[in-house]
């Protein structure tokens, strides 16, 4: 007897999602058309996909669209698959360690769901230029970092032309850390984007050399101690190894013995290790429920089924569970998607390069490698070198005698396609 394989039979295997596709109902979007041509559009190449990210997220995403119905899909990751990931990272085997996530991940799922036509690209985001970006309708992203999402969504917002709607590319984007999770749709120039909420993050913890030094009073302040002022003296040539055993077990006992002599508890082991990578450890499941929620909103997206979020969604789970849905705001004068100037006050006395840093602190700006400029001259250029150092000896004079107050600043970033309009004005 002949078993039909139900993994081959992809015309039956949309027929859940398809049948939101074939009625209308009380929540659908005004204006939604239901009927075989919408589901014939999921279904055909011309709602290509971009899925950024192939690892803990973007494995899930990949794995509910190809099962949604999308047919289309490219993913970016310059990732190789490591040993560490393979327990929630599930479309990696042991066999791939060492393999692009991108390549291995899209041979996957056209292996598992048949029809759907998956294209990977390892390599950054960075290498691919608005020709490339500009082939999707929607672009999906599971990234693990700020700094990628920000260029994301500087470089999507940036490509829309206001005159032309088919440069308009809806971004969704999931986000997870530990229990705690987020989904959130941006619509360029319409809803708030990521550089406007920039100032939620919450900053790396780091603490003061001196509390470390002098004043610990959390264990944390113990391990810092014993990995960036002990580990240095007593081995010079040696780089901490965040995954060497030898090391961690060294950090963990001096660190054991500094909190002993300030009646510091809570040193343990795996706090050493967390301390010492900078790691918040991954829950496959916290993937899982984030990426559901971004994938179902890239589905309403493609096809009106239903509104879709409004536009940001949390997900709290460390402490009970508690999730909630907002609209963020547009910031007036966010320097991807806003119109207006940043105004902020400084004090003439300051030295560019006290501006400088304030530039790299405040929350709401954030950036790593700031180049200034007025209307009519260089302030201070990160690159080329020969303008770097023409223009380094402005870092120590004073900002009252590079420009008047009330000029306007530009700032631009090396790592981000964004231009910020600064007033500066002096107190
Ligand atoms: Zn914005």
């Not at 960075?126 to 599971?142: A, L, P, R, T, V």
């Not at 979020?309 to 547009?330: Q, S």
């Not at 602190?361 to 303008?387: A, F």
Request: aromatic share 8%; net charge negative.
């Amino acid at each position: 007897m002949e078993i039909d394989n139900p993994t081959s039979d992809w015309a039956n295997r949309w027929r859940h999602p398809d049948v939101y596709l074939q009625r209308s109902g009380p929540y659908a979007v005004e204006g939604y058309m239901p009927g075989d041509e919408l589901t014939e559009f999921i279904h055909s190449d011309d709602c290509k996909i971009l899925v950024v990210g192939a690892g803990g997220l973007g494995c899930e995403l990949l794995k509910n669209l190809a099962l949604m119905g999308f047919k289309d899909i490219h993913v970016i990751d310059m990732d190789t698959i490591d040993v560490s990931n393979l327990n929630r990272q599930f479309l990696f085997r042991y066999k791939d360690v060492g393999k692009s996530k991108a390549e291995v991940a899209s041979e996957f799922i056209m292996n598992r769901v048949s029809g759907c036509k998956v294209t990977p690209f390892f390599g950054k985001i960075q290498d691919k230029d608005e020709e490339y970006y500009s082939q999707f309708s929607i672009i999906i992203c599971g990234l693990d970092s700020v700094e990628a999402r920000r260029w994301m969504n500087a470089t999507i917002i940036g490509m829309y032309d206001e005159e032309d709607p088919s440069t308009m590319k809806p971004i969704v984007d999931g986000g997870t850390e530990g229990f705690k999770g987020q989904s959130r749709v941006i619509i360029p120039r319409n809803t708030a984007c990521y550089e406007c909420s920039l100032d939620m993050q919450t900053k790396p913890v780091t603490f003061p050399i001196c509390t470390i030094a002098n004043t610990p009073r959390l264990p944390e302040h113990c391990i810092q101690y014993a990995s960036l002022l002990l580990w240095p003296k007593s081995f010079p040539e040696t780089k901490i190894d965040g995954d060497d055993p030898d090391h961690i077990s060294w950090l963990f006992s001096e660190a054991t013995k500094r909190a002993d002599e300030f009646g510091i508890r809570g040193v343990t082991r795996t706090l050493t290790m967390g301390v010492v990578k900078n790691i918040i450890p991954a829950i496959a499941s916290t993937n899982a429920i984030v990426a559901a929620a971004t994938a179902n909103e890239a589905f309403k997206l493609a096809t009106s089924c239903a509104p879709i979020v409004n536009n940001y969604m949390m997900y709290v789970g460390d402490e009970g569970l508690y999730t909630y849905t907002f609209p963020l705001e547009k910031k007036p004068d966010c320097p991807v998607c806003g119109t207006e100037s940043v105004k902020i006050t400084i004090s003439g006395g300051w030295k560019l390069q006290e501006l400088i840093d304030l530039l790299l602190e405040r929350p709401g700006t954030q950036l790593k490698r700031p180049s200034l400029r007025t209307s009519t001259k260089s302030l201070y250029m990160q690159s080329p070198k020969m303008l770097e150092e023409a223009t380094r000896p402005n870092l120590e004079k004073l900002c009252s005698e590079l420009f008047s107050s009330g000029d306007t600043v530009v700032v631009t970033d090396a790592n981000l396609p964004i231009s910020l309009q600064l007033v500066i004005t002096f107190e």
